[in-house]
């Protein structure tokens, strides 16, 4: 890359962010009590966004000469949606009882209508919100707010591309995702300390979660095991061997819609990240059948998330932490479409008398995805971490088809 930053070279880029993502891994971790109570308050997942983009903010390094996100979009995401996705165990899903999914399914009809509705509302107050239709236009940006929300960083990555969204407008989003998720994450973090209380008050019926409990703990004592050289060399096989299939594939099925079926853009079905994202994912569920998903017992989603987490940061170098404030009205945008997912789930929780951890469990799985619904799992109870990942995975599986939905409605309310 060729610019006026202090760092130009990608090679020595990639390193910084390595050791960014090592120092707050390494220090979230940390008995210290200084660290314990640091991130008590900071979420490990807010610091990987926010630390590479002080880099872009003050010029070290610029993230838009710079091809890392490029890479990690192509290479390491797609490798990342297939590891993920393997693990999808649909009958552990269905085991936790129609109420976790309901929950679940809530909170994603919430982002997926939460958006056109906030749009909708705030541009009462601004205009200007709706009407442009350029790479910058509000709903554009709020398409990969949407894949965030639904799914988690991949799919937001997937609908950067699909929609084609400004450098502009996407850093703008970003900063909206991490800081407006983040807060109602610490909501979350806060209901889940008062848990007993507001299930007794609510009159939910918790039995479900107890032997749960227990069916985890004993599946995590019988299956995970210490992942060997050959464990490794298959998940990194079964996760870039996808990935060039899907490569392949999209190189054909991108260009032949395009030339056969103009008319279908608007579907997103002449991008060839479309596809690209369509079919890792099928092939991911598909897998998720078979023997392979075995994979997860050596860790195939710790492998898939150090993915991730290199994709969060080159995301973060996207950012400049100095635009927020010029831009409130876009936080108020982030702030009403968290309100609309937020008040939806209340609701139907209180319809079905559903237990608080399926609601909180729920939301995150879809606001915060495999990277923190576990941690608002364990807040429950550590054993209930996997699930956050298992409705999480659910999430990633739906993210791309339901935040492309949400895209289209995006649109139908900006004209």
């Known amino acids: 890359m060729t610019t006026s930053a202090m760092v130009s070279n990608d090679a020595t880029a990639l390193g910084l962010l390595a050791i960014i993502l090592g120092f707050v891994f ?5 008995p ?4 314990q109570k640091f991130y008590k308050y900071i979420p490990a997942l807010l610091l990987c966004y926010f630390l590479p983009s002080l880099l872009n903010t003050f010029g070290v390094i610029d993230g838009h000469a710079s091809q890392l996100y490029y890479v990690a979009s192509r290479y390491l995401l797609p490798a990342c949606l297939v590891l993920l996705i393997l693990s999808v165990d649909l009958k552990a899903i269905l085991g936790l009882g129609p109420k976790a999914v309901i929950m679940f399914l809530t909170g994603t009809l919430g982002i997926v209508i939460g958006g056109p509705i906030a749009l909708l509302l705030v541009s009462m107050i601004d205009p200007s919100l709706i009407g442009n239709n350029g790479p910058d236009a509000v709903w554009r940006g709020m398409t990969t707010l949407a894949g965030s ?12 591309e699909i929609y084609e969204v400004g450098g502009e407008i996407f ?15 610490a909501v979350l973090l806060f209901m889940a300390s008062k848990a007993k209380e507001i299930d007794a008050k609510t009159g939910a019926d918790t039995s479900a979660i107890e032997s749960l409990k227990q069916k985890v703990e004993k599946y995590h004592a019988e299956n995970s095991r210490i992942p060997s050289l050959r464990d490794i060399m298959m ?11 899907a490569h392949f594939a999209a190189d054909f099925l991108g260009p032949f819609f395009e030339a056969n079926y103009p008319w279908t853009e608007d579907y997103s079905l002449t991008s060839k990240f479309f596809w690209l994202v369509v079919i890792v994912t099928t092939v991911g569920l598909g897998l998720s059948f078979s023997p392979i998903r075995h994979l997860e017992a050596a860790g195939a989603s710790k492998i898939a998330s150090a993915f991730l987490y290199i994709l969060v940061a080159t995301i973060g170098l996207h950012m400049d932490v100095s635009k927020i404030m010029d831009t409130p009205i876009y936080f108020l945008v982030g702030i009403v479409w968290m309100i609309v997912h937020a008040g939806l789930m209340l609701l139907v929780a209180k319809l079905i008398k559903a237990p608080l951890f399926y609601m909180a469990v729920g939301s995150q799985a879809n606001v915060g995805g495999a990277a923190s619904a576990p941690v608002v799992a364990a807040a429950f109870h550590p054993a209930l971490a996997p699930v956050g990942v298992l409705l999480a995975v659910f999430g990633y599986a739906l993210g791309t088809y ?10 139908v309310v900006a004209g």
Request: charged share 5%; net charge neutral.
């Open 26 to 30: 390494y220090t979230s971790s940390s």
């Open 32 to 35: 210290h009590p200084f660290w």
């Open 149 to 160: 929300w639904i799914g988690g960083g991949a799919n937001q990555a997937a609908m950067k």
């Open 171 to 185: 850093s703008v989003m970003v900063t909206v995702d991490v800081i407006v998720a983040n807060i109602w994450m």
């Open 235 to 245: 998940i990194v096989a079964v996760g870039f061997g996808v990935t060039g299939f």
């Open 402 to 411: 339901m935040a492309w939905l949400c895209g289209q409605l995006l649109q």
